[in-house]
Structures are given as structure tokens and as C-alpha cells.
């Protein structure tokens, strides 16, 4: 079965801090797509950043970046100069050949002034 | 990017009786849309993928004769709560893929009374 794991249920930090949150899967399939959502309090699901599996090279998105280790199925978040407006839930996600997509449990990220 | 609309965003109604919530995408055709629920400070769970001219297929566990599912457009699917319960009250959520990206819908809280 495919799964994702996030171990962070809830995070703060400081407003401009740089934050990393974590992330691991589990799939036997070689090509793939993986997320980062956002839902803030509006419940509106916002993707953050996308990676390609086959491509090596980490995605970045302005103040957002990922760690995507393949072989250790790693794919963590990094926000910098973190905004009070950051604050929200934040899901991982994987989509599978079927176009499924399998969210984790979400890190609660609360970023404080 | 593209538009996927959720119509209502809430509803309240009475236990025993069915509840349709709609959800479309208004620039872009779909042949595949999935419905998530989400229960209060949890994750998304996929309850059902909704094919396009067919039968939908639902995840393990979920009650197909509760759950009705209809896809009778490219950019329309419905899902009815059939003989509501309070249990059934809820935050549902419907995606679609365009592309690479999904796209999800703002939502539907149903409250059943």
C-alpha cells in the first residue's frame, strides 16, 4: 500500500525563521508525483510545490523549496523568511499512476510574530 | 490555473434524507474526479474516484449505496449522501487533474441534524 508519513503534527516558529518540515513515502512505483498542500484556516487546498519524481533536480517555488531524496522516498519542505501568513495545515501528498492522490496527516505549522 | 467549483459550501439538513453536492470544472474537461472527506483537524481520506460515462470505483470501506456517485459530464460530477446520519456530517472535497497539477474544489461542511 502506499502511504505517507509526517512525523511534525504541529510546528512554530518565529516570523522570518526558516522552517523544514518532514515527510517520508512508500511506493513501489518508479514514476510519480509529489506535493505539498497548504489549507488555511478557509480549508481551501492551496498546493505549495510539486515534484516530478524522475527529475533530480529540487523543486523551488519563491520562498519554498524541497529536499526530495528518491532512494530514501524523503520529501521534505523548506520555508524561508517564514510569513505570518504561512500559518496553516500543511499536507504532503503523493499521486500515484491512477492519478489517487494520498495525502499524510499534515504538520500544523503556526508561524509567530 | 484551473477552476474546480464545489457547490454548496455548506449545508445543514435533517437525518434521513439525502444531500447532492456538485462539483465542476469550469475550464477544463475531466474525465476522472475524486472525492475526499475530511474530518475535523484530520487529513484528507479518498472516499471515491468518479469516472466519467462510468461506474465510480470507491476506496475499502466506503459504503457505495451511501455514497452515490454520478459522472454524467466531462465537468461534472455529483456525490449524494443517501439517508443522512450525524456521523455523515463532514467536510467534503472534491480534485480533478488537469495536467500534472489536481485541482480541489472549496469544499462542502455538512452538518447532519
Known amino acids: 500500500a502506499q502511504t505517507v508519513t509526517q512525523s511534525q503534527p504541529e510546528m512554530s516558529v518565529q516570523e522570518a525563521e526558516t522552517v523544514t518540515l518532514s515527510c517520508t513515502y512508500d511506493t513501489s512505483e518508479s514514476n510519480y508525483y509529489l506535493f505539498w498542500y497548504k489549507q488555511p484556516p478557509s480549508r481551501q487546498m492551496i498546493l505549495v510545490i510539486r515534484?516530478?519524481?524522475?527529475?533530480?533536480q529540487n523543486a523551488t517555488e519563491n520562498r519554498f523549496s524541497v529536499n526530495f531524496q528518491k532512494a530514501a522516498k524523503s520529501f521534505s519542505l523548506k520555508i524561508s523568511d517564514s510569513q505570518l501568513g504561512d500559518t496553516a495545515m500543511y499536507f504532503c501528498a503523493f499521486m500515484n499512476r491512477d492519478d489517487k492522490i494520498i495525502f499524510g496527516k499534515g504538520t500544523r505549522l503556526h508561524i509567530l510574530p | 490555473g484551473a477552476v474546480v467549483s464545489q457547490h454548496p459550501s455548506w449545508v445543514i439538513c435533517k437525518s434521513g434524507t439525502s444531500v447532492k453536492i456538485e462539483c465542476r470544472s469550469l475550464?477544463?474537461?475531466?474525465?476522472?474526479m475524486f472525492w475526499y472527506r475530511q474530518f475535523p483537524k484530520q487529513s484528507l481520506m479518498l472516499m471515491a474516484t468518479s469516472n466519467e460515462g462510468s461506474k465510480a470505483t470507491y476506496e475499502q470501506g466506503v459504503e457505495k449505496d451511501k455514497f452515490l456517485i454520478n459522472h454524467a459530464s466531462l465537468t461534472l460530477s455529483t456525490l449524494t449522501v443517501t439517508s443522512a446520519h450525524p456521523e455523515d456530517s463532514s467536510f467534503y472535497i472534491c480534485?480533478?487533474?488537469?495536467?500534472?497539477?489536481?485541482?480541489f474544489g472549496q469544499g462542502t461542511r455538512l452538518t447532519v441534524v
Open positions: 480534485s480533478a487533474r488537469d495536467g500534472t497539477e489536481a485541482f
Open positions: 475550464d477544463f474537461q475531466a474525465t476522472t
Open positions: 515534484q516530478e519524481a524522475y527529475k533530480q
